[in-house]
């Protein structure tokens, strides 16, 4: 399932990992450490039975939950393809709210304060809300026609 295959994109050309301002790497808590470790696990390009093939050694990020490598944090978790990261990186950066989706339930990175739903079902509930105005419009139009 490992779609986001690279042709060996050096670890230097990304950028460097934001850190606090006391200068300390973002830190994880053991929910978030398990859904990374999970995601590398099955997208990461690098990944290969527990081993880091740039590092040539076991896969730090899967085994610490401060946010050590650029791939996972720019490439991974900024992927609008694998599930989750958008949320996963919304959790971890705190940078943008996460708020839970009416019609289904998950989470999700709202695009405006007033989101209710996520993007799959908000164009289901406006088509049903446009169509049931439209019906309304037209019943009105007959009664008064």
């Known amino acids: 399932m490992k779609e986001h295959t690279r042709e060996h994109v050096i670890e230097t050309s990304l950028p460097l990992i934001e850190v606090d301002e006391n200068g300390n790497l973002p830190v ?19 990944y290969d039975h527990g ?35 958008k949320t996963l990186e919304a959790e971890i950066f705190k940078g943008k709210p996460v708020k839970t989706c009416k019609e ?19 164009e289901r509930v406006r088509r049903q809300k446009k169509a049931a105005t439209m019906r309304k419009q037209r019943s009105a139009a007959k009664k008064d026609g």
Not at 28 to 46: F, G, L, P, V, Y
Not at 104 to 122: L, M, Q, T, V
């Open 28 to 46: 994880m808590t053991t929910i978030q450490r398990n859904k990374a470790s999970i995601m590398i696990r099955n997208e990461c390009a690098d």
């Open 51 to 85: 081993s880091c093939l740039p590092l040539g050694c076991k896969c730090p990020q899967c085994n610490s939950f401060t946010v050590l490598c650029r791939y996972f944090r720019h490439v991974l978790l900024k992927s609008g393809s694998i599930p989750g990261a």
């Open 104 to 122: 289904c339930g998950r989470p999700f990175i709202p695009k405006s304060n007033r989101a209710k739903y996520c993007h799959d079902c908000g």
